[in-house]
């Protein structure tokens, strides 16, 4: 694939790199890159990128066609490119970030039609998350089953990314959550999450912030993002989980700990059924 090509030229040899499928028929492309400050240009090809960090703390710009995207972003953020468009990725600081390349023979077979998808800047998108986390287990433990885990993982992110191109959002509404509100919201709850012994924000101190009502906030908050707020509150626990898996010597009863759930096993259980791996699991292949 040109777009793999183009990034190991930009940022050296990756960590690992598994190619699914044989030469010009290969349906993806699994690798995994660790590295400071960069500069990544790579030209408009027929692959479809998803890129999802494993690092907390990167300022990135990303410049998708005519979208630009600048943030500080944390462990688990989604970036999808389409196929036929060109990227343009600045990062300061480490990075550590998975790639996942799609050849679009692939997406449209998987798909059963002509597969299309938006270029997504989303932090959040869980089901791209996990998708991508049950794929850096299987590129690096290599269990026997492990193979049909990696079709597995290529297979759902192509349902994703059709899901995402065939939703319509709803027209927002009057009084709905405006982009200050929902910075402002993030902010809390990346308060609670960065620091566990203040407990989750609750629906009245979320609301509060945005200058709603509890009940409005709710309708707001789900149609911005697709999710409750426990569930998005949840889902940053599990984000902040990824990089702390990642730290040598981080027992995943310590991640529970610091990432506030009550007790381990209500962690792992947590994540296993958000991610569809284990936090052990996802710990062994981080920690390479």
């Given at each position: 694939m040109k777009a793999v090509t183009e990034t190991i030229s930009a940022l050296g040899t990756p960590i690992f790199m598994q190619v699914v499928g044989e030469g010009p028929s290969s349906a993806a492309?699994?690798?995994?890159?660790?590295?400071?400050?960069?500069?990544v240009n790579v030209a408009a090809s027929d692959t479809t990128l998803v890129a999802v960090s494993l690092q907390d703390g990167q300022r990135v710009k990303?410049?998708?066609?005519?979208?630009?995207?600048?943030?500080?972003?944390?462990?688990?953020?989604?970036?999808?490119?389409?196929?036929?468009?060109?990227?343009?990725?600045?990062?300061?600081?480490?990075?550590?970030?998975?790639?996942?390349?799609?050849?679009m023979a692939f997406l449209d077979s998987a798909t059963e039609g002509n597969f299309a998808c938006p270029a997504v800047f989303d932090p959040h998108d869980g089901e791209l998350q996990a998708a991508a986390m049950a794929l850096l287990v299987a590129a690096t433990r290599q269990d026997p089953d492990d193979p049909l885990l990696t079709e597995s993982g290529i297979h759902r992110i192509a349902a994703r990314l059709q899901n995402l191109a065939d939703y319509r959002p709803p027209r927002p509404r009057r009084g709905g959550l405006g982009r200050s509100a929902?910075?402002?919201?993030?902010?809390?709850?990346?308060?609670?999450?960065?620091?566990?012994?203040?407990?989750?924000?609750?629906?009245?101190q979320l609301a509060s912030v945005t200058n709603l009502s509890v009940d409005h906030f709710i309708r707001a908050f789900r149609q911005?993002?697709?999710?409750?707020?426990?569930?998005?509150?949840?889902?940053?626990?599990?984000?902040?989980?990824?990089?702390?898996?990642?730290?040598?010597?981080?027992?995943?009863?310590?991640?529970?700990?610091?990432t506030g759930f009550a007790t381990p096993a209500h962690f792992v259980a947590t994540f296993r059924r958000a991610m569809g791996v284990t936090p052990g699991a996802v710990r062994a292949a981080l920690v390479r």
């Open positions: 492309t699994i690798a995994r890159w660790r590295h400071n400050e960069s500069e990303q410049q998708v066609g005519q979208d630009v995207v600048s943030r500080t972003i944390r462990a688990g953020s989604v970036l999808v490119v389409p196929a036929h468009q060109p990227i343009n990725v600045m990062i300061e600081g480490e990075a550590d970030i998975l790639q996942i390349f799609l050849s929902c910075r402002r919201v993030d902010d809390l709850i990346a308060a609670a999450v960065d620091d566990t012994t203040a407990g989750s924000p609750t629906l009245a911005q993002t697709g999710v409750t707020p426990h569930r998005h509150m949840v889902r940053c626990r599990l984000e902040r989980a990824i990089a702390l898996l990642k730290k040598p010597g981080k027992s995943v009863a310590e991640v529970a700990d610091e």
